[in-house]
């Protein structure tokens, strides 16, 4: 029989049983494939399950081929696995070899070997091919107990999935509103803002489509519908509350374009509302205006001496038409009496800036300028009418925001109370952070305190014993800040900050203390006064920017007696601290020791066995150093 | 010449081209010569078979072993056994180039006219038993070189044919290193197999006590004849090697090399130069002198496997680091062996 073709045939026969092994330890592995595939369908849904099927179904078909190709036979490796098995000495292979290119009439005995292979392939056809073995791994058996379990998990879980959808659902769409009091007064504050005509027409826009919004809302037939209202009401109060915001600060080209005596009344209209901000941005335009020319700072002087003076008439006619009532606010508040002397007195303040302005004491009104916006930063917050209104704007946020949630969890399957409930705990929550947020922001308007020989950086003022802050608000101490509000100071000096020092900074409240033991640089940012910006977290006014660099370090030095002639590592490792280490050549110091070596090998009694193994160690030193460079 | 009835195969002395009855005739007298030699050497079957493989292979023999075991004995019996000429050469230091080629002398003839004439030295023999090789000078252990490689030896111009079959086996002493001369790797290298010869079991030490200290010492007999011996070191060469056992010595051989794909990182660490082109011809050429001793017309890789140690072992220069280290030359065929397979 051709040997060519009874391992051609072998190879089949074997390829077929393999292929069945392999089929056969694959079940488990297409049953755990399967009952993935069914969970992620189940659980996932069909892209999921699409996924899962397609890569479970890759990995079987890689497994399989990767398995397969291991035992896969051709007639070459099914010869050598023959011979291997069957203790042939490589005939297979040999007389397949041959039988390949034809026997080579050069080699004679090409044909002797060939003719063996054939004579004794009969004999090894009975065992040439392994019988089946159908045998499951461990690893198979478990895939096959995970299948089963998913497969019992996914089951159970749908029977329980039919049980739920088969029970019916309770409407709860009877309420529409959650909260319709709540809603009427978001409705009454909204159009408030929208009726106030000291708010921009911009603020007053928006608010009025908050209340429009919020009245749709209350008309709504449907939770979705409210709640879609609710929606654009609250965006329309955010916008509106940010317009307020803005319309507070008066804007640089608007300050650029006001006339004197105009800029002089916003002055005077700042001082009786107490509104500090404003005030501090009109100051800064008004010493801008004043450092152009003495002329320009009489006029301005002038201005403002009249405007508080009209001010104050005003003030004054309007408490004698409240008659018994007293004089209101600006926002139609009663005002006690003592805030009413205080509201003069501010008056006289501003005055009396505008009379050292019109001396041609810059530096004293801007001192008095500083003073009055300390005088109003002092007092308790939201006093103001700008500051009520915002306030009014901020709570109709916050109450929105809550009304939206109540909302949101009714629509999500809760009972109107408990809606309600939930409403409150949001809200609450959201006035406890508006309330922290509140005591941060004024904590981080105050002005810093600290200590130091470099100025602050910061957006509020900086208030130190050494130099003040740089910041854009002015800053106070002992020698003034260097910022886009002059600082105010002790001494009245204008200090840039740039002398280098040391110092113990204390900033920011609450309260903390850095100490910055160092010299800086002189380009260095100095140490911060008040830094931070407003609303933010107090911590961020609380960074040194300059601890500085300590100006030495102290170490404890420790000396012992060195060897009185060091050798070899010591005396390198000394030389080289002493920095005289000079590298000694590694072929000087080799052929030093090879020398010595040698004479050795001649006098000493050393066996010639070893003396060649010493001249073989040098051998191999050259040759490493060879290949090292020097 | 008388040749024994068992052992001289009469289709090895034909030309017609060999079949299976020829491979098996010489098969058969391959392991009587082998039989032969194990009656009177005693317990050192393996060194037995590899110095009857090297010279039924044509190549040359280097033993190596402590004195005493029988070294001098085993080339003399198999002489003996195969009916060939032998001879000694004891290596000593003074031992000169013209001493083993031979060399021309003055000769008068009966007129009176004086002529050169050479006079063979002791390498004019079929076996040629240099004993204590290394204890030669460089000089005189070169003399061999052209006798071992080119079967000829050239003497004052003259070059001189050496009779066919030819095998140099020669001894060293691997324990007496004082005033040695250590083989050259050129020389090395001409050597077809080093065999290294083992101490005797305590079985075979007392059969060697009781029988060669006797009355009657054991005398091999006559298994073959020259021109058997001839035609059965033809029949080595025509041994079928298939592409892939030749593929498996070029494997083997490259492996012994430092650095290059398929060596261990063992030989990459100790080994200095690996084995030359010149020791795979020698691995083929034995392991198909083996294969004919198993019975066989083809090579299987198991008889590379069988001769790759006494091929390789003089062939591979380890490095410094295999001294330092233990390591030997046999240790590191296994590896290379293990890593082919």
Same mark, same amino acid.
């Given at each position: ?109 090409? =044909? ?109 037939? =449907? ?236 957006? =509020? ?37 740039? =002398? ?131 | ?18 079949? @299976? ?41 280097? +033993? ?24 000694? +050469? ?80 020669? $001894?060293?002493?691997?324990? *007496? ?25 305590? *079985?075979?030490?007392?059969? +060697?006590?009781?029988? $060669?200290?006797? @009355? ?22 025509? +041994? ?6 030749? @593929? ?6 490259? %492996? ?29 050429? %034995? ?14 890789? *198991? ?34 062996? *293990?890593?082919?397979?």
């Amino acid at each position: 029989m051709n040997v060519t073709t009874a391992l051609a045939r072998w190879s089949r026969a074997s390829n077929r049983r393999r292929a069945l092994e392999v089929a056969t330890r694959g079940i488990p592995w297409l049953a755990a494939a399967g009952a993935a595939t069914w969970a992620a369908l189940d659980y996932g849904g069909t892209v999921a399950g699409g996924i899962t099927g397609g890569g479970a179904f890759v990995a079987l078909v890689v497994g399989g081929v990767l398995s397969m190709r291991r035992v896969w036979r051709v007639p070459a490796s099914m010869a050598k696995a023959v011979d291997h098995e069957q203790g042939t000495a490589d005939l297979l292979q040999s007389a397949l070899a041959i039988e390949t290119r034809g026997p080579s009439a050069d080699e004679p005995l090409e =044909t002797v070997v060939v003719a063996q292979a054939r004579a004794r392939v009969p004999k090894l056809e009975a065992n040439a091919v392994a019988p089946i073995r159908l045998r499951l791994s461990g690893v198979g058996a478990a895939a096959a107990v995970a299948a089963a379990a998913v497969t019992l998990l996914v089951a159970a879980t749908e029977h329980g999935s039919q049980q739920a959808i088969a029970a019916p659902v309770a409407p709860h769409d009877e309420v529409t509103i959650v909260d319709e009091q709540m809603l009427k007064e978001l409705q009454a504050a909204a159009e408030a803002i929208a009726n106030d005509l000291r708010a921009s027409p911009e603020a007053r826009a928006e608010a009025k489509k908050a209340a429009e919004a919020l009245k749709r809302a209350a008309e709504a037939t =449907t939770a979705g519908s409210a709640m879609a209202e609710m929606s654009k009401a609250s965006r329309a109060l955010d916008a509106a509350a940010r317009k307020m915001a803005a319309d507070r600060m008066p804007s640089a080209e608007g300050m650029a374009a006001m006339s004197l005596p105009q800029l002089a009344e916003e002055l005077a209209r700042a001082t009786a509302e107490s509104d500090a901000e404003r005030l501090a941005s009109l100051a800064r335009e008004a010493m801008r205006r004043a450092s152009m020319s003495p002329e320009e700072a009489a006029a301005l002087g002038a201005a403002l001496e009249k405007a508080a003076a009209a001010q104050a008439q005003k003030q004054k006619d309007a408490a004698a038409q409240s008659g018994q009532d007293g004089p209101k606010g600006e926002n139609g508040q009663q005002l006690t009496k003592e805030q009413q002397e205080e509201m003069m007195r501010r008056l006289q303040k501003l005055g009396a800036a505008g009379e050292r302005m019109k001396a041609g004491d810059n530096v004293d009104a801007e001192q008095a300028l500083r003073a009055l916006q300390k005088l109003m930063r002092d007092q308790p917050k939201g006093g103001s009418p700008a500051d009520q209104r915002q306030q009014q704007a901020e709570d109709a946020r916050r109450r929105m925001a809550q009304m939206q949630a109540g909302q949101r969890a009714m629509m999500n399957g809760a009972s109107p109370s408990d809606a309600r409930a939930q409403a409150m705990r949001a809200g609450s929550m959201g006035q406890q952070m508006a309330g922290q947020q509140g005591d941060q922001r004024g904590q981080g308007m105050q002005p810093g305190q600290g200590q130091g020989s470099q100025p602050g950086n910061g957006q =509020t003022p900086g208030q130190g014993q050494g130099t003040p802050g740089n910041g854009q608000m002015p800053g106070q101490g002992q020698t003034p800040g260097n910022g886009q509000m002059p600082g105010n100071g002790q001494a009245g000096q204008m200090g840039n900050g740039q =002398t280098p020092g040391s110092g113990q900074v204390q900033s920011g409240n609450p309260p903390s203390q850095q100490i910055g033991a160092g010299q800086p640089r002189p380009d260095q940012i100095g140490v911060i006064s008040g830094h931070g910006s407003a609303g933010t977290s107090g911590m961020s006014s609380h960074t040194p920017h300059a601890a500085g660099t300590p100006s030495a370090f102290s170490a404890e030095q420790v000396s012992a007696p060195a060897a009185v002639t060091p050798e070899g590592a010591v005396r390198a490792i000394a030389e080289l601290s002493a920095g005289e280490h000079v590298p000694t050549g590694f072929e000087r110091v080799r052929d030093h020791y090879e020398a010595i070596a040698e004479s050795a090998i001649r006098r000493d009694d050393i066996p010639l066995t070893r003396r060649e193994l010493i001249q073989r160690y040098f051998t191999v030193l050259r040759n490493h150093e060879t290949e090292a460079p020097q | 010449m008388t040749t024994a009835d068992n052992a001289l195969p009469t289709p090895l002395l034909n030309e017609t081209p060999p079949d @299976d009855a020829a491979v098996k005739a010489a098969s058969a007298g391959l392991r009587a010569v082998l039989a032969e030699v194990s009656t009177v050497v005693l317990g050192q079957e393996s060194l037995c078979r590899e110095v009857v493989l090297g010279l039924f292979a044509g190549g040359n023999v280097l +033993i190596e072993g402590a004195p005493g075991l029988g070294k001098t004995l085993l080339v003399r019996t198999l002489a003996d056994v195969v009916d060939v000429t032998a001879s000694r +050469i004891q290596f000593t230091p003074d031992l000169m180039p013209a001493d083993i080629t031979g060399t021309q002398v003055l000769m008068r003839d009966a007129e009176g006219r004086s002529t050169l004439e050479f006079r063979p030295g002791p390498l004019f023999a079929n076996l040629v038993l240099a004993d204590e090789i290394n204890r030669a000078t460089p000089k005189t252990q070169s003399a061999l070189l052209e006798a071992m490689q080119e079967h000829s030896v050239t003497v004052a111009g003259g070059r001189h044919i050496l009779e066919e079959p030819f095998c140099v086996i020669a $001894t060293q002493n691997n324990i *007496e290193m004082e005033g040695t001369y250590p083989l050259p790797e050129a020389q090395l290298d001409r050597f077809l197999l080093k065999v290294i010869v083992g101490s005797p079991t305590l *079985e075979v030490l007392r059969a +060697i006590g009781v029988s $060669t200290t006797g @009355d009657k010492t054991a005398k091999a007999k006559r298994v073959m004849d020259k021109p058997t011996l001839r035609s059965v070191q033809r029949l080595v060469r025509q +041994i079928v090697v298939a592409p892939h056992v030749a @593929d498996a010595a070029a494997k083997l051989t490259m %492996a012994t090399h430092p650095g290059q794909p398929g060596s261990p990182e063992r030989v990459t660490r100790y080994v200095r130069f690996g084995a030359s082109p010149r020791a795979m011809q020698a691995l083929l050429l %034995a392991g198909r002198a083996s294969a004919l001793i198993a019975g066989r017309a083809w090579v299987g890789i *198991e008889d590379l496997v069988a001769v790759a140690a006494p091929v390789f072992r003089h062939r591979m220069i380890l490095g410094f680091d295999a001294t330092l280290d233990g390591i030997t030359t046999d240790g590191l065929i296994k590896s290379v062996i *293990e890593t082919v397979s």
